[in-house]
C-alpha cells in the first residue's frame, strides 16, 4: 500500500475520533522499529526464521504458510501461500489479521504504540496509488472429467505492479456457476488425455502442462498448482497410473511434490517419482522453461528413471530362509549413537522426572552427535545431522543456554552446521503437527542426509487422539505408529529418533521393582522402542544422577554415574552411593526374583487348597505377609508378572464379571467339585483338576484378551523380570 498520511478531520467525518493528525511515514518507522511487538500481538503463534517472519494463516494458528519480511526495506511484505492474500507492508499486515478499515487500523496502531498524540502533523497529502489494471486474461485453462464436460475454468492474468509483471488467476465453476473453487474434490487437469496414458507427468500448472502436452507427453496439474491443498483436490484419476512428478526448481516446488506425491500413492497410484532438476538451473525454472529451451522432454523423461515411492499395498512382508541369513556375511549398519544406543530407524526413549537436567543432558549429547564425538562412552561413527523438535525453552533462553556450553571450538564448526533446533514450539503433533515439522526439515536439510530427529519433551507435543493422555497405554501406541513414525518415513525411514519423556520420580521401591515403569505409557513404549535410557538421582541431596539403559538389541550397558562439573558432563565414579553399587543392585536382583517366585508359589498352592484370587484379593490376603511388603508393592510385582506372562486369568463362571478374572499360573490344579468313585473298590479317583487360563494381559496395551490355545503357556520376550 502507498498510503502516506491521514488528516483526523476526515477520520472524524467517518465516526471516528482521534486528535490531531499523524504522520504515517514517522508511524511507519515507529512500527519498523517495534515490528515484534506487533506481530507477535497479531500473531502469537508465529516464529522467526531468518529475515522472515512465520506463521500458520491470518488467524494466528501454528505453521509456515503465511511468510513476512522482517528486513528493513520489506518490512511486512509477504504472502499466505494457502490462500494467496498477499501483503504489502505492516499496516496490511495489521488489517487483514484485525479486518480493520485504514483509517480504523492507523489509529489502532498508534495507541498500541502509545503515540498517537505525540506525532507532528505531516506537511501535505498524498493520493493513495491505485489496484494495478489486470486488464484481460492471457490464457483460459479448461478443467474437464474424462469424458470431456467441463468442471470449471481457470483464467490467467498478467500485469505490471510497479514495473514487476506478476501474475494472478480466477476460476469460473462451472458446475455452481460461480466464480469459487470447489471446496473439495477438485478435478486434475487434462482427464482426457490421463485416462488414455500409462505414464502421466504433474506439473506444476497449467502453463506448465500443457507445454508437455504440446512436447507429446501426458500431463496434468492440480487447481492452484503448488498452492492447491493436496486434500482437496480428486487424485482418483491417476489410480494404476505410473506417476513423475515435475516440481518447479525451488522449495515451495520440492515442498509440493513431496506432499502431492503422498496423495497420488494413497489414490491407487501404481508408482510415484519426483524428476531431478538438474543442478544448473536458475530459481523457478519448470517444464515450460525446460521446452522453452529446446530440451528433447520425452527423452528427458523416459531417461530420468527416478526411483519410484512404492505404494504401501503393493509392498511385501520380507521373509528370508535362515539358512540364507545364517550365510550373510555383509557388515552390521552402523549405530548412529554406539554401542547400540541408537541405530538407524531406531527409537530412543530418554526418560528422567521434572528438573533432573534432560534437557540440559540431551543438548550435550546432541552437539557431541553432530561433531561426531564421543560423548560419556556413547560414540557417533561420524559428524550427524541432527534436527531437535524443543518445546519447553523460548529462543532467548535457548540461545543463553547453548551460550553457556563449554563446547570445543575444534567441533563448533561442525555443531553450527548439523545441529538445528527449534525455540519453544506449541503444537501438536497430529497430522498437521507432523507436516509441519518436516516442512521445517526439509528447510534445513537434505532429508537423505538426516540422520537423527530429536523430539524434547514428547508430553508437550503428544496428541492424545481417542485416548485419555499419555498414560493410556492404546493412546500411546497410536502416537508411536501414526504420528512418530510417520515423521521419519515422512523425512527418512532410516533416521534414528529420540524422544525426551518425562518419569514420576523414581522411589528406592520402584528401583528395586523396575525403574522403566516410572515411564508415562511404559506398557508401550517399552514394547515399541529399541532402546530406554532412564536419568535419576539416587539421593535428592546430591548433584549424582545416574543413567541406566535397557536395550533390545546389544550387550547390556553398565548404569553409568555422571555428574555435570565446571558446566561439562562427566562420568563418575559410584562406589560410594548405597542404592547404586554393584553389591547392592546384586541384592536387589536377588528380591525381584525371590518376591516373582513367592507370589507364583502362592498362587500355586492356595489353587490346590481351592482357594482362587484377583490381583485385588490377592493383595488385600497377602499385605506384609511372606515377604512381599505392603499392597501397592504386591500390586506392581503382580502387574509386571501378568504383562510378561507368568500370570494368566480365567473368566469362567462368576469370574467372568471380574475385568481380569481370577489369576492362574502354569501348571496349577484345584480341587474336582465332585470327585471320581472307583465303583469296584470306592476309592476316590481324579481328585483335582488342572486349573487353565481364558484370558492374558496383552503386552502392549494392557488389553485382556482371550488365550489361543489354554495348554500352551507362552512367555514374552525379556520374560525375566
Known amino acids: 500500500m502507498a498510503h502516506e498520511q491521514m488528516d483526523f478531520n476526515d477520520a472524524r467525518r467517518q465516526g471516528n475520533e482521534p486528535r490531531g493528525k499523524i504522520d504515517i511515514v514517522l508511524l511507519k518507522e515507529r512500527m519498523g522499529d517495534c515490528y515484534r511487538q506487533i506481530l507477535d500481538h497479531l500473531l502469537p503463534n508465529g516464529v522467526y526464521v531468518g529475515e522472515e517472519f512465520h506463521c500458520g494463516d491470518i488467524y494466528g494458528a501454528p505453521g509456515e504458510s503465511l511468510k513476512l519480511s522482517v528486513r528493513k526495506n520489506k518490512m511486512g511484505v509477504g504472502e499466505d501461500f494457502a490462500t494467496g492474500q498477499k501483503f504489502g507492508d505492516l499496516i496490511d499486515v495489521w488489517m487483514i489479521v484485525r479486518s480493520e478499515n485504514y483509517t480504523t487500523a492507523i489509529k489502532n496502531i498508534a495507541e498500541f504504540l502509545n503515540i498517537a498524540e505525540r506525532l507532528p502533523a505531516p506537511a501535505a497529502k498524498t493520493q493513495k496509488s491505485k489496484a494495478p489494471e489486470m486488464g484481460a486474461p492471457v490464457a483460459q485453462y479448461n478443467y474437464t472429467d474424462a469424458q470431456g464436460t467441463i468442471i470449471l475454468v481457470v483464467y490467467r492474468h498478467e500485469f505490471d505492479d510497479n514495473g514487476k509483471r506478476k501474475k494472478t488467476f480466477r476460476i469460473w465453476n462451472a458446475v455452481t456457476r460461480k466464480s469459487e473453487a470447489p471446496i473439495s474434490g477438485r478435478p486434475l487437469y487434462n482427464q482426457t488425455g490421463i485416462v488414455k496414458a500409462d505414464l502421466v507427468v504433474l506439473a506444476e500448472g497449467e502453463k506448465a502442462a500443457d507445454a508437455l502436452i504440446a512436447a507429446g507427453v501426458t500431463a496434468t496439474s492440480a487447481v492452484c498448482g503448488s498452492n492447491a491443498p493436496t486434500d482437496k483436490t480428486d487424485w482418483s484419476p491417476l489410480a494404476g497410473k505410473r506417476v513423475l512428478i515435475w516440481p518447479d526448481n525451488d522449495l515451495p516446488g520440492m515442498s509440493y511434490a513431496q506432499k502431492s506425491a503422498q496423495a497420488v500413492l494413497a489414490a491407487g497410484a501404481l508408482s510415484v517419482g519426483i524428476l531431478p532438476i538438474p543442478q544448473s538451473k536458475p530459481g523457478g525454472w519448470d517444464a515450460a522453461d525446460a521446452v522453452a529451451e529446446g530440451m528433447d522432454v520425452r527423452a528427458y523423461v523416459d531417461a530420468a528413471m527416478p526411483e519410484p515411492v512404492v505404494p504401501p499395498a503393493a509392498a511385501t512382508i520380507p521373509a528370508y530362509p535362515v539358512g540364507a541369513i545364517l550365510d ?249 552411593k548405597r542404592l547404586v553399587n554393584k553389591e547392592h543392585g546384586e541384592r536387589l536382583d536377588n528380591e525381584r526374583r525371590r518376591r516373582h517366585d513367592v507370589i507364583l508359589q502362592l498362587l500355586y498352592d492356595e489353587g490346590l487348597r481351592g482357594k482362587l484370587y484377583t490381583p485385588s484379593q490377592f493383595c488385600q490376603a497377602f499385605e506384609n505377609k511372606a515377604g512381599l511388603g505392603g499392597r501397592h508393592s504386591i500390586h506392581d510385582r503382580i502387574d509386571v508378572l501378568t504383562t510378561k506372562g507368568f500370570i494368566k486369568f480365567n473368566k469362567e463362571g462368576g469370574a467372568a464379571k471380574s475385568k481380569y478374572g481370577m489369576m492362574c499360573v502354569e501348571g496349577m490344579e484345584i480341587p474336582r467339585a465332585q470327585p471320581d468313585v472307583d465303583p469296584q473298590t470306592g476309592e476316590i479317583t481324579d481328585v483335582m483338576i488342572s486349573y487353565l487360563p481364558t484370558h492374558f494381559k496383552q503386552p502392549t496395551d494392557g488389553a485382556i484378551l482371550p488365550v489361543e490355545n489354554s495348554e500352551v503357556w507362552i512367555y514374552h520376550e525379556g520374560v525375566e523380570p
Open 328 to 576: 550373510d556375511d555383509s557388515p552390521m549398519p552402523d549405530d548412529l549413537i554406539a554401542p547400540r544406543i541408537l541405530t538407524p530407524s531406531g527409537l530412543a526413549v530418554f526418560g528422567g522426572a521434572p528438573k533432573v537436567g534432560k534437557s540440559d543432558f540431551l543438548f550435550s549429547l546432541l552437539v557431541h552427535a553432530a561433531a561426531g564425538r564421543p560423548f560419556l562412552g556413547m560414540i557417533p561413527p561420524r559428524p550427524l545431522n541432527v534436527f531437535c523438535l524443543q518445546t519447553e525453552i523460548g529462543y532467548h533462553y535457548l540461545r543463553e543456554r547453548l551460550k553457556q556450553m563449554k563446547i570445543d571450538p575444534e567441533i563448533l564448526p561442525l555443531v553450527r552446521k548439523n545441529l538445528v533446533i527449534t525455540p519453544q514450539v506449541r503444537l501438536i503433533l497430529d497430522d498437521k503437527g507432523v507436516e509441519m515439522v518436516r516442512e521445517t526439515i526439509l528447510r534445513h536439510f537434505d532429508p537423505k542426509l538426516l540422520d537423527i530427529i530429536a523430539i524434547d519433551p514428547l508430553r508437550n507435543v503428544f496428541d492424545v487422539g481417542e485416548g485419555t493422555g499419555e498414560n493410556d497405554n492404546t493412546a500411546m501406541l497410536h502416537f508411536l505408529q501414526e504420528r512418530v513414525e510417520k515423521l521419519r518415513f515422512l523425512v527418512n525411514p532410516d533416521a534414528g529418533v529420540i524422544l525426551a519423556h518425562h518419569t514420576r520420580k523414581i522411589t528406592k521401591r520402584m528401583l528395586e521393582e523396575d525403574p522403566f515403569q516410572a515411564l508415562s505409557g511404559a506398557g508401550s513404549l517399552r514394547s515399541f522402542y529399541t532402546t530406554g535410557v532412564i536419568m535419576f538421582r539416587p539421593d535428592e541431596n546430591q548433584s549424582l544422577r545416574e543413567l541406566m539403559f535397557e536395550l533390545r538389541n546389544g550387550q547390556a550397558i553398565p548404569t553409568k554415574g555422571i555428574d555435570k562439573i565446571d558446566g561439562v558432563w562427566r562420568e563418575v565414579e559410584r562406589h560410594s
